[in-house]
């Protein structure tokens, strides 16, 4: 209870202190036609479309999108909704694939050293670079979206899982032999308890991974209900 307090108000602190910086800022170099006082710099950086103030920031969010249209904060929520609807999906799908490939990998050294040189590979490659060729295979829809959230959600799965299925303490592995227990008991009894920090850990990057691919999915597939078409349709005006 404690230590989530302590977190809270360590957050809350770090928004404040933002805030004022923010501010201080703007009235330093802001435009001399929206503050109180002529600003004795003029900062570009610190204009009113660059940098509008925290409450016009705050106020933005109850005004309408559009003429006649929902208020902003709802037209995101629901953009929100939307994108994590296709993350969640490619969260998944990217998860069971790490989690397969790790398991293949601990027990085929054969398929380990052939395959996970490419899987390793696969991550250099710009996710902006294969998203439109991703979309133009699966003809758009939310399932490119949800492939190309799982293309960046199974490499962290697929290292931490392997990397954990082989963690369980040797001895461990032998009494499981002594009893001639089946592979399946072995993975199921042992590997899979061992590797479960190893897995959070990577689900924590996955989830975040997803979301990002998931967004830039969006932007070459026309979906517009989503934050990335927000961020295509609020980026023309």
């Known amino acids: 209870m404690f230590r989530a307090a302590r977190s809270v108000l360590s957050f809350v602190i770090v928004i404040g202190a933002l805030t004022v910086l923010w501010e201080v800022v703007k009235l330093l170099g802001g435009d001399p036609s929206s503050e109180p006082w002529p600003p004795p710099f003029q900062w570009t950086v610190a204009s009113d479309l660059n940098m509008p103030h925290v409450w016009d920031i705050a106020s933005s969010f109850i005004e309408p999108a559009q003429r006649n249209g929902p208020p902003l904060g709802v037209v995101l929520v629901n953009a929100g909704i939307f994108t994590f609807r296709e993350a969640f999906g490619g969260f998944v799908f990217g998860a069971v694939l790490g989690l397969v490939l790790a398991i293949v990998f601990v027990h085929s050294p054969l398929l380990e050293r052939a395959l996970v040189p ?85 689900f924590k990057v996955a989830a975040t991974a997803s979301v990002v691919g998931a967004i ?22």
Request: charged fraction near 15%; aromatic fraction near 12%.
């Open 118 to 202: 490419y899987v390793v590979a696969s991550q250099t490659v710009p996710i902006i670079a294969i998203a439109p060729v991703v979309v133009i295979w699966l003809r758009g829809g939310w399932l490119a979206v949800a492939v190309i959230s799982a293309y960046l959600t199974f490499f962290p799965v697929t290292i931490a899982g392997l990397r954990g299925l082989r963690s369980p303490d040797p001895r461990a592995l032998e009494l499981m032999r002594s009893y001639a227990s089946s592979s399946r008991d072995v993975l199921f009894k042992v590997r899979l308890p061992a590797a479960a920090p190893y897995l959070f850990a990577a």
């Open 216 to 237: 830039i999915g969006e932007l070459p597939s026309g979906i517009r209900d989503g934050l990335g078409g927000a961020i295509l349709n609020f980026n023309q005006f």
